[in-house]
Protein backbone atom coordinates (compact mmCIF):
# COMPACT_ATOMS: atom_id res chain seq x y z
CA UNK A 1 0.00 0.00 0.00
CA UNK A 2 2.66 2.37 1.17
CA UNK A 3 4.52 4.00 -1.97
CA UNK A 4 6.91 6.55 -3.32
CA UNK A 5 6.98 7.39 -7.02
CA UNK A 6 10.51 9.71 -8.04
CA UNK A 7 10.21 12.35 -10.55
CA UNK A 8 12.49 14.92 -12.01
CA UNK A 9 15.12 13.33 -13.46
CA UNK A 10 16.58 13.62 -16.65
CA UNK A 11 19.62 14.67 -18.70
CA UNK A 12 21.83 17.79 -18.71
CA UNK A 13 24.95 18.83 -19.60
CA UNK A 14 27.94 19.38 -16.50
CA UNK A 15 27.45 22.31 -14.35
CA UNK A 16 23.58 22.14 -14.28
CA UNK A 17 21.39 21.51 -11.74
CA UNK A 18 18.29 18.85 -11.15
CA UNK A 19 15.39 18.55 -8.18
CA UNK A 20 14.09 15.46 -7.62
CA UNK A 21 10.98 14.78 -6.25
CA UNK A 22 9.59 11.46 -4.50
CA UNK A 23 5.87 11.51 -3.69
CA UNK A 24 4.87 9.62 -0.95
CA UNK A 25 1.16 8.06 -0.39
CA UNK A 26 -0.63 5.11 1.48
CA UNK A 27 1.43 5.34 4.42
CA UNK A 28 -0.90 4.89 7.30
CA UNK A 29 1.57 6.33 9.98
CA UNK A 30 4.30 8.73 8.40
CA UNK A 31 8.07 7.28 8.10
CA UNK A 32 10.71 8.17 10.67
CA UNK A 33 12.99 8.26 8.22
CA UNK A 34 13.40 9.49 4.52
CA UNK A 35 16.60 8.66 2.16
CA UNK A 36 17.88 9.38 -1.16
CA UNK A 37 20.18 6.39 -2.65
CA UNK A 38 22.12 6.36 -6.11
CA UNK A 39 22.70 3.31 -8.08
CA UNK A 40 25.84 4.35 -10.72
CA UNK A 41 25.57 0.56 -11.39
CA UNK A 42 23.22 -2.44 -10.35
CA UNK A 43 26.07 -3.83 -7.94
CA UNK A 44 27.03 -0.31 -6.50
CA UNK A 45 24.25 1.54 -4.01
CA UNK A 46 25.49 4.51 -2.29
CA UNK A 47 23.57 6.46 0.44
CA UNK A 48 23.01 10.01 -0.83
CA UNK A 49 20.89 12.03 2.44
CA UNK A 50 18.55 11.19 4.65
CA UNK A 51 16.12 13.68 6.83
CA UNK A 52 14.30 12.60 9.77
CA UNK A 53 10.44 13.80 9.72
CA UNK A 54 10.14 14.52 13.11
CA UNK A 55 12.96 17.09 13.55
CA UNK A 56 14.61 17.61 9.88
CA UNK A 57 17.59 16.54 10.96
CA UNK A 58 20.05 15.83 8.09
CA UNK A 59 22.77 13.71 7.05
CA UNK A 60 24.74 13.13 4.12
CA UNK A 61 26.99 10.47 2.52
CA UNK A 62 30.68 10.95 2.39
CA UNK A 63 31.02 12.92 -1.06
CA UNK A 64 27.27 14.05 -1.02
CA UNK A 65 27.22 18.06 0.81
CA UNK A 66 27.54 20.78 -0.39
CA UNK A 67 26.15 20.00 -4.23
CA UNK A 68 23.38 17.93 -2.56
CA UNK A 69 20.48 19.18 -0.30
CA UNK A 70 17.70 16.94 1.03
CA UNK A 71 14.14 18.76 2.34
CA UNK A 72 11.02 17.86 3.23
CA UNK A 73 7.62 19.21 2.86
CA UNK A 74 5.20 16.85 5.11
CA UNK A 75 2.15 18.68 3.96
CA UNK A 76 2.59 17.60 0.52
CA UNK A 77 4.13 14.19 1.94
CA UNK A 78 7.00 15.32 -0.33
CA UNK A 79 10.53 15.04 -0.27
CA UNK A 80 13.06 16.49 -2.73
CA UNK A 81 16.45 16.25 -3.75
CA UNK A 82 18.48 19.36 -5.12
CA UNK A 83 21.14 18.43 -6.97
CA UNK A 84 23.74 21.34 -8.08
CA UNK A 85 26.71 21.53 -10.21
CA UNK A 86 26.33 18.19 -11.49
CA UNK A 87 29.33 15.97 -12.53
CA UNK A 88 29.38 13.18 -15.09
CA UNK A 89 30.15 11.25 -11.63
CA UNK A 90 26.64 11.90 -10.70
CA UNK A 91 25.01 9.56 -13.40
CA UNK A 92 22.67 7.00 -12.22
CA UNK A 93 19.58 6.03 -11.02
CA UNK A 94 18.29 7.53 -8.05
CA UNK A 95 15.70 6.16 -5.62
CA UNK A 96 13.31 7.03 -2.70
CA UNK A 97 13.03 5.37 0.07
CA UNK A 98 11.11 5.42 3.79
CA UNK A 99 11.99 3.79 6.63
CA UNK A 100 9.83 3.64 9.97
CA UNK A 101 12.60 2.56 12.42
CA UNK A 102 15.43 5.06 11.97
CA UNK A 103 17.79 5.79 9.25
CA UNK A 104 20.25 2.69 8.92
CA UNK A 105 20.19 1.55 5.57
CA UNK A 106 19.11 -1.86 6.51
CA UNK A 107 15.59 -0.31 7.83
CA UNK A 108 14.35 1.13 4.61
CA UNK A 109 11.61 -1.14 3.60
CA UNK A 110 9.51 1.32 1.03
CA UNK A 111 11.37 1.69 -2.04
CA UNK A 112 10.42 3.97 -5.03
CA UNK A 113 11.21 2.94 -8.45
CA UNK A 114 13.87 5.02 -9.26
CA UNK A 115 14.67 7.90 -11.51
CA UNK A 116 17.13 8.18 -14.44
CA UNK A 117 19.82 11.12 -13.76
CA UNK A 118 22.30 11.34 -16.68
CA UNK A 119 24.98 14.18 -16.84
CA UNK A 120 27.28 14.74 -20.17
CA UNK A 121 30.03 16.51 -20.38
Known amino acids: EEQLVESGGGSVQAGGSLKLTCRASGFTHAPSCMAWFRRPTELKRERVAT????????SYGDGFSGRFTISLDAAKSTVYLQMDNLKPEDTGAYYC??????????????WGRGTQVTVSS
Open 97 to 110: AASHVNCDTKTFRT
Open 51 to 58: ILTSSGGK
